[in-house]
Nanobody, 115 residues
Framework: QVQLVESGGGLVQAGGSLRLSCAAS????????MGWYRQASGKQRELVAG???????NYADSVEGRFTIATDSAKKTLYLQMNSLKPEDTAVYYC?????????WGQGTQVTVSS
């Protein structure tokens, strides 16, 4: 069983920055891809950013140029650097890891951006 533990969420003013972390219980090289999703109140969960085990990245249009996804294999950790935050970025952010036969989710971390 894989565990993903997110941290780094919190309350920040618009224009500020946060860095989310997702610590995995096993080597991140065992995953085909990892990503960050978010779910705002009353809305569906959406992909924010993804990264493959080859290092290819993709971003939602709404965060392109503001957010950066990265991994540290030695620390078995996935990161999401979020800059120029907007109130519409307010959501619960979830870490996701995919393997051939399925996927794993973290418990989520709340990000609240005040105007």
């Amino acid at each position: 069983q894989v565990q993903l533990v997110e941290s780094g969420g919190g309350l920040v003013q618009a224009g500020g920055s946060l860095r989310l972390s997702c610590a995995a219980s096993r080597s991140i090289f065992s995953f085909n891809a990892m990503g960050w999703y978010r779910q705002a109140s009353g809305k569906q969960r959406e992909l924010v950013a993804g990264i493959t085990n080859g290092g290819s990245t993709n971003y939602a249009d709404s965060v392109e140029g503001r957010f950066t996804i990265a991994t540290d294999s030695a620390k078995k950790t996935l990161y999401l650097q979020m800059n120029s935050l907007k109130p519409e970025d307010t959501a619960v952010y979830y870490c996701n890891a995919r393997i051939v036969l399925g996927e794993y989710w973290g418990q989520g971390t709340q990000v609240t951006v005040s105007s």
